[in-house]
């Protein structure tokens, strides 16, 4: 089995977790493949999560103790959800993971959680990871801001309209936000940013997401943005394993 501390896994697993299916998505999932979380157990006791719902992808690694061989498992999502409830409870101590050929259990103090892998191959996505070493453009913004920027932004937009919003950076560390509608016009937003490197980017993204891609580093000031290009995934990082991968919008400009 594994053990690792419960208080690592509750912070890797809420950040992880935003990017997998939810429950309610789960029985119209064409992929349940992606309706959890993939967990990857080595023998030198690491444990690798990750999650995507093919427009983001989250990563994190935790070191433990293990015993016996390596495993690696697909954990759905409604078992994610009741294990971070009972990580909320219990914060404190370890908790254990044990497997069998078609269950993993699960020990948290007084709890026991059990629940069958979700059946089918993950996703490789160690394609994306790699695009981290490809440089392209990179800059530190700041998470508070953007995320106020990009909720105001989704609130923004009718509800079950199209949302979308741009990210112009500039060379001289400035970042411009901008969302368009049709029924509540132009919102504007601008902030400095640091560090910046590269060519001049501009992206769009669905305001949602980026928000919550924000959240998830709500106790850093900041947080690394890079990408290679306009097309490409941009990757939100910030010290540590923890990787945040964002699918842009790619409008093409017709000629």
Same mark, same amino acid.
């Given at each position: ?9 509750? !912070?890797? +697993? ?8 939810? $429950? $309610? ?26 999650? !995507? $719902? ?7 690694? @935790? ?16 078992? &994610? ?13 370890? *908790? ?7 269950? *993993?259990?699960?020990? +948290?103090?007084?709890?026991?959680? %059990? ?5 089918? &191959? ?14 392209? %453009? ?26 979308? &919003?741009? +990210? ?25 940013? *640091? ?5 001049? @980017? ?6 949602? %997401? ?24 941009? @990757? ?8 945040? %991968? +964002?699918?842009?919008?790619? *409008?093409?400009?017709?000629?």
């Amino acid at each position: 089995g594994l053990m690792v501390s419960a208080d690592a896994l509750r !912070t890797a +697993l809420s950040r992880v977790s935003v990017a997998m299916y939810t $429950d $309610d998505e789960y029985p119209h999932c064409a992929r349940p493949q992606l309706a959890g979380v993939y967990m990857e157990v080595s023998l030198d006791g690491s444990l690798l999560l990750t999650a !995507t $719902d093919g427009k983001r992808l989250t990563h994190d690694a @935790l070191r433990g103790s293990m015993s016996g061989v390596s495993r690696s498992w697909i954990f759905p999502a409604p078992a &994610v959800e009741l294990l971070l409830k009972l990580l909320g409870k219990h914060p404190s101590g370890d *908790i254990e993971f044990t497997w069998a050929q078609d269950m *993993i259990r699960v020990a +948290l103090g007084p709890w026991r959680l %059990f629940s069958r892998p979700v059946e089918g &191959v993950y996703p490789e996505y160690r394609v994306a990871l790699a695009q981290e070493g490809q440089g392209g %453009f990179s800059a530190e913004v700041p998470v508070a801001a953007l995320r106020g920027a990009a909720e105001q932004a989704a609130r923004f937009f009718p509800k079950k309209a199209p949302a979308c &919003v741009r +990210l112009d950076f500039s060379p001289d560390n400035r970042l411009l936000m901008v969302a368009e509608s049709r029924d509540h016009g132009e919102m504007r937003v601008s902030m400095p940013v *640091i560090g910046i490197a590269g060519a001049e @980017l501009s992206q769009r993204f669905n305001p949602r %997401f980026l928000a919550e891609a924000l959240g998830t580093f709500d106790d850093a000031p900041g947080v690394v943005f890079q990408a290679p290009d306009y097309r490409k995934p941009a @990757l939100l990082k910030n010290g540590g394993a923890y990787r945040h %991968f +964002l699918m842009p919008l790619v *409008i093409e400009e017709s000629k």
